[in-house]
Every structure is written in C-alpha cells, then in structure tokens.
C-alpha cells in the first residue's frame, strides 16, 4: 500500500470562500480520485486526476465549482469554490496501487473534514 | 447505478464471536470486489479484495465470499474484537469503470 497525506485534515470556512485540499503520496501513482463522503453516508466520486490531462469529472461535479491539479505523479488538489453550507463534508483522496502486487486496488488519504458556515 | 446510503443498518456483535457481514452488489458485470473498513474520523482503509473468478479468498482473520450467481459478497470477521468497530463498505468495479461503494454496514463489537 501506499501512505496517502491530506491537508488540512479538518476546517470550518465561511460561505462564499474557497478552500484547497492537498493529497501526497509516498510513490508515484498514475490513477488519483478525489471523493465526498457526506455524514453518515456512502462515498461519491467526484473526479479521477490521471498526471498530464485534464480531471473527469463525474455527472453532479463541475470543473467550476471543484478544480482540481495534478502537477506531478506524487500530488493533487481539489478545491471547494464559492462554498455554501451544502458543501459541508469529508473529502477524501484515493490512488490506485498493485495490492499485495496482485491487483490493482485504490487507497484512500485520511480525509479532509470541511464545515461551512 | 450509484449506491448512496441514506441509514447505515447495524450489526452488533459479542466479542469473540464471528461476524458476518453483507453485501448486495448491483452490477453483474462487475469484476473485481473490495472491503474497506471506516472507524470514525478516518479515511476507508483496504481490508481485502477478489476477483470474479474466486468465490473466497482469505486473510488475517477475515474471510471474503462472494456469489456471482445471486450478486453476493460478504465479509467474515473470526474471534471479532473491540477494534474492528466501524464502518465496513463494499466496493464493486466492472474493468476500468469507476468503483462503486455499497451503502456501508456499522459494526458494533460489545464485552
């Protein structure tokens, strides 16, 4: 596996800001995904980050709104623009590695948890 | 389609006892199965995974079946313990589609 960082790990924002999350990962990695993972539910993907490209982005998520960066094989960010209080969430990164160098399975980060205000 | 939980059930457990949890996934095209686990305040943390072609696979006390026939996964815990506490999620993928979690299943482990 890998060790996957987030910062910040947690934060209370005032509407109408932005926040940007960081992920590192201790290897390069091809595949990046950012998640939301709302209180007491599921996880949704939001967006998968491949090194070079642009992200895909999911139906519901827009570029707009979560801009996202992947400079190098080792990091991205994701941003949360213009937040509301819906916004309000665990945001989590995921990277896809060889499991036990078997099978390709995704990893995830700690998670960054946002309150807006 | 995506599986978003809107209540997560409960399964209680004694310590030392087994637990058994469930899973019904969605797509039988599906390929390739994973099990995280999810104590409070963390992110997922892989617990184990198999593929289509295998109906169990085993770990460090975990077990995973999986029954193509009715869409079924499970987890099995041996001599459950107070730390396997959390939230344990399914994760289904067909080829290089996105991974889509279950629902999730909160364990609770009491003495």
């Known amino acids: 596996s890998a060790v996957i960082s987030q910062k910040p790990s947690r934060d209370i924002c005032q509407r109408g800001t932005s926040l940007t999350i960081q992920c590192q990962v201790d290897s390069q990695v091809t595949m990046m995904f950012w998640y939301r993972q709302q209180p007491g539910q599921s996880l949704t993907l939001i967006a998968t980050a491949n090194q070079g490209s642009e992200a895909t982005y999911e139906s519901g998520f827009v570029i707009d709104k979560f801009p996202i960066s992947r400079p190098n094989l080792t990091f991205s960010t994701l941003t949360v623009s213009n937040m509301s209080p819906e916004d309000s969430s665990i945001y989590l990164c995921?990277?896809?590695?060889?499991?036990?160098?078997?099978?390709?399975?995704?990893?995830f980060g700690p998670g960054t948890r946002l309150l807006v205000l | 389609g995506e599986s978003v939980g809107l209540h997560l059930p409960t399964l209680s457990v004694q310590e030392g006892d087994n637990s058994i949890i469930n899973c019904a996934y969605s797509?039988?095209?599906?390929?390739?199965f994973i099990w995280y686990k999810q104590e409070s305040g963390k992110g997922p943390q892989f617990i184990i995974d198999?593929?289509?072609?295998?109906d169990k696979r085993q770990g460090q006390r975990v077990t995973v079946l999986l029954n193509k026939t009715v869409k079924h996964l499970s987890l099995q815990i041996a001599a459950t313990q107070p730390g396997d506490s959390a939230v344990y999620f399914c994760?289904?993928?067909?080829?290089?589609?996105?991974?889509?979690f279950g629902t999730g299943t909160r364990l609770q482990v009491f003495p």
């Open positions: 198999i593929r289509s072609n295998m």
């Open positions: 995921s990277v896809e590695l060889y499991s036990s160098g078997i099978w390709e399975t995704q990893y």
């Open positions: 994760a289904e993928k067909s080829g290089t589609d996105k991974l889509i």
């Open positions: 797509n039988s095209a599906s390929d390739y």
